[in-house]
């Protein structure tokens, strides 16, 4: 059995330990540096609001398995869990609007909620003013998670089946032999391990530091206070129940609220952000009860006062007591951290993690390290999904504090963050804004949603009579209309795409086919100038990725990817004999596609580009004009077409030949949205949103990918003892034209949901929106279901797949 060493015995260690030993790996020791299990880290004075729903499933879910477990925590003290429930106000009608946006999630994930009215509202928590809010989101099952007694209670399970807790023991270093972790120094000694995990919260990123791994999360001060006595409580408490009116949040204002007794305590994020100097801090409170706890600056607190005080009048009755500016981790996209280092294998991290999501967490961590995956998507958690530039302290801080900035604010899914704009971009990007691109962010690079030079195609097509449905105001923002007429405009002509942002990897060497074919589930070792569509899935079947394999050369595969969790998957499994090499930087994409498309690149190119001679899913590498340039015959908008690949500096020159090469087929540059509308119309999948780890290929509806009749790949194993799916990515049509959908949307069938929506996207081809939805295995092709966009209801129909062109008509011609 290994012998495990957990640093930090906070909520997230505790917690870990528990779900270790439950696991049958009982040879843990968890140190902390402070005492146990008032530590002195951010378990020790949090105040334990755990309120569930979350844009994020995984997160949701992390929440949820905590509620679940905390409720059957013991504790001589008391309890563990308090289940006041969570209640969210509105007081403005975005928040309020957006609550119906938060009751869908609820829904979607599984957790029970629903809106209330001001007097209902009032009625549960009486201390709130109704006049001052629109309504609210009540939670039955939120709540108050005493985190220490939690932390405690979870820890005494562990060490009832063999786990040691010892404290005041800091772990002053980690240390490895040959790429493998073999134990932790402290002033003691060498503690030797086979396993190392570092859930030492915020400062787990120093320690993370000295084995080569950042760790991007950046200590932040949020303040906590508590009133004096409220009048309105006295008697309400017992000193042992503390709360009894549900914990509440009043996010227009930053604030949250809980009783402590006849008092209330209250949070504020309605400050600036406060991030900590790590070097300082340590000096500063080296032997403090509690190096976690910064004085509190009466000033920054004067905003949330006077806000609290409006919704709760009560306050004024009282005045602040207590208070501090209490240090937890924030990072660039406000997920948690975890995983294995890649290069110090046994290492591991579970880093910013709150009180809220901490045993979802460490359940995770624990399957992860004892079973190899965990049972649920961690994607956005893991530790190697940032790309190279969200590794630098520069990026860190100020997305971090973006982070901090907007953790209760409204976040429409197409706002993409203000802060460090502009690191990335194509060599097309001068071109892209002489044309009036609006510029989405993602992985760092910009890229075009739409381009307002075509405001006037559009219009020109309104007037032809192409349908523009009218949108609501939140599923207008960050969108254009013009994005309708850039998808018709491509499946009527020709547009250009810019696929730069397009991540891919080459993989070469004598044994890059095999390595390959280990790697994925369809055949690629096929000859040169094949391409090949195929997944990456771990070893319990579950789909990791989608990539496209073009075979170059003998020894040499261009890979297009997903993102960086890609390139980790690669690396961790690299054998000798293989090379893996990110290209994507020095190397730039541009799709042409549409009818018209031959009629634009094959003058300018020596080969010749007939159906015939350059098959679909066939690569070349050929010149187009003077430009070397590696063309693909894929069409991820389902239109006749290639992917045109260049050197870098090419770029500029590429883009302008292609560009003047059109102008005679009215060529058109295209953005993303009319992109994603287009692939939804094929049917084609975007990993991470439509599929995750949590699907394998039959039920995603790509097993068209996997060859079974293929020798070894890993997750094989598992598709061959696979069972039929209970759900089904399925396509949904709207049967309004105006409907909308935004993804996250909970799915009803007969008033009960039975499943969510992934993406969407109107589709121009066919007047309606589409969608991907996860449904039951049961649900049938012309089945009626009913969609919740921010609680209004819409009726789609389950649609067989591709809604358009599924005889492959356009793009193979
Ligand atoms: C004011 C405030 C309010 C909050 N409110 C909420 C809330 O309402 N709901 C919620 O969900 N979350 C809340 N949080 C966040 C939450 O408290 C933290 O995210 C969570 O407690 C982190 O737990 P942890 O176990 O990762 O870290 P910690 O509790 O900090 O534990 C880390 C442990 O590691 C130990 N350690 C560090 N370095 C070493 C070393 N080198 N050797 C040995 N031991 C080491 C530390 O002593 C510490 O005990 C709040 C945080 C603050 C500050």
Redesign the pocket.
């Known amino acids: 059995m290994p012998h495990v060493v957990v ?8 917690s870990l330990a528990d779900e270790l030993t439950a696991r049958g790996v009982t040879d843990v020791t968890v ?4 005492p146990l299990f008032t ?12 309120f569930q729903t979350n844009p994020s499933k995984t997160m949701s879910a992390f929440a949820s398995y905590t509620v679940q477990k905390f409720c059957t925590l013991e504790h001589p003290g008391g309890w563990a869990f308090n289940q006041v429930g969570g209640l969210e106000v509105a007081t403005t009608p975005e928040r309020w609007a957006d609550l119906h946006r938060k009751v869908g999630w609820a829904a979607a994930w599984g957790i029970d909620a629903r809106l209330l009215d001001p007097d209902e509202c009032a009625r549960l928590h009486p201390l709130i003013d109704p006049d001052r809010i629109l309504g609210g989101f009540h939670t039955p099952t939120d709540g108050l ?1 005493k ?1 220490v007694r939690a ?1 405690e209670a979870q820890a005494n399970r562990a060490i009832s089946r063999g786990a040691t807790f010892v404290p005041n ?4 270093g980690i240390v490895d032999k040959a790429g493998r972790v073999t134990g932790v120094r ?1 002033a003691d000694g060498v503690m030797d391990a086979d396993i190392v995990v570092c ?6 990123a120093q ?1 993370a530091t000295t084995v080569g791994l950042t760790v991007p999360l950046v200590p932040m001060a ?3 206070a508590r009133t004096g006595q409220i009048p309105a409580l006295v008697g309400r408490n017992t000193e042992a129940s503390e709360a009894s009116y549900p914990i509440l949040r009043h996010q227009d204002q930053d604030l ?1 609220f809980r009783e402590h007794v006849d008092r209330l305590g209250i ?1 504020s994020y309605n400050h600036r952000p406060m991030p900590v100097d790590m070097s300082t801090l340590m000096a500063d409170t080296a032997g403090e009860p509690m ?2 706890m910064l004085p509190f600056t009466e000033d920054d607190f004067a905003p949330a006062w006077s806000a609290a005080s409006e919704l709760i009048p009560a306050l004024a009755d009282s005045k602040v007591e207590e208070a ?1 500016n ?4 924030f990072t660039p996209d406000g997920f948690s951290i975890m995983g294995e280092h890649r290069d110090l294998s046994g290492f591991w991290v ?9 045993a979802g967490v460490a359940k995770a961590t624990a399957e992860w390290i004892v079973d190899g995956a965990p049972s649920v998507d961690v994607h956005e958690c893991d530790l190697y999904r940032f790309e190279d530039v969200a590794r630098s302290p520069e990026f860190i801080m100020q997305t971090s504090s973006q982070a901090f900035v907007e953790v209760y604010d409204i976040i429409h899914p197409y706002q993409f963050r203000s802060a460090l704009r502009g690191l990335r971009t194509s060599p097309f990007h001068e071109r892209q804004k002489q044309l009036g691109a609006f510029f989405y962010e993602g992985a760092g690079w910009e890229r075009p949603a739409w381009f307002e030079a075509n405001a006037e195609l559009a219009q020109r097509l309104r007037d032809g009579g192409l349908a523009f449905p009218e949108r609501d105001g939140w599923s207008s923002r960050f969108w254009s209309p013009i994005s309708i007429a850039e998808a018709h405009w491509t499946r009527e002509r020709v547009a250009m795409y810019d696929m730069t942002p397009l991540t891919r990897y080459e993989v070469a060497g004598p044994d890059a086919a095999s390595f390959l074919q280990k790697m994925t589930s369809n055949n690629v070792d096929k000859s040169v100038g094949s391409v090949t569509y195929t997944m990456l899935l771990d070893e319990s079947g579950g789909i990791r990725s989608d990539i496209t394999v073009a075979r170059l050369a003998d020894t040499r595969f261009q890979v297009a990817v997903n993102g960086p969790l890609d390139f980790d998957w690669f690396a961790r499994h690299l054998v000798d004999g293989v090379t893996l090499r990110d290209i994507t930087g020095g190397t730039c994409c541009v799709g042409v596609w549409g009818p018209l498309a031959r009629d634009l690149v094959q003058p300018l190119c020596p080969d010749d580009l007939s159906h015939e001679n350059f098959k679909y899913f066939r690569a070349l590498q050929t010149y187009l004009g003077a430009i070397p340039v590696t063309m693909l015959r894929v069409s991820y908008v389902g239109e006749l077409g290639w992917e045109i690949y260049a050197s870098a500096e090419y770029g500029a020159a590429l883009w302008d030949l292609l560009f003047d090469a059109g102008q005679r087929h009215e060529v058109i540059a295209a953005g993303r949205i009319a992109f994603n509308s287009l692939r939804i119309e094929k049917g084609y999948r975007l990993w991470g949103t439509d599929m995750t780890t949590e699907h394998q290929p039959k039920a995603a509806g790509v097993d068209f990918a996997v060859k079974m009749s293929k020798d070894d790949f890993i997750g094989k194993a598992a598709l061959e003892r696979v069972t039929a799916p209970a759900k089904l990515l399925r396509s949904i049509v709207f049967d309004d034209p105006s409907a909308v959908a935004l993804g996250k949307e909970p799915v009803y069938v007969d008033g009960r949901c039975v499943g969510y929506v992934t993406s969407a996207g109107y589709s121009p081809t066919i007047g309606r929106t589409i969608a991907y939805a996860w449904l039951p295995a049961s649900t049938r092709i012309g089945d009626t279901v009913t969609v919740d966009y921010r609680g209004t209801r819409s009726t789609a129909t389950v649609h067989s797949e591709p809604v358009v062109d599924p005889e492959m008509a356009r793009i193979k011609r």
């Not at 640093?7 to 505790?14: K, P």
């Not at 859930?199 to 787990?204: H, K, N, P, S, T």
């Not at 579970?350 to 901490?358: D, F, I, K, P, R």
């Open positions: 640093i930090g015995a906070g909520i997230v260690g505790t140190l902390d540096r402070g530590t002195g880290g951010s378990t020790s004075h949090a105040p334990g609001l755990v998670a985190a932390a023991t800091e772990v002053i402290t859930a030492a919260g915020f400062w787990g320690l949020h303040q906590y949250y949070g190096p976690s501090f209490g240090i937890f981790s579970a880093e910013a993690v709150w009180v809220t999501h901490s």
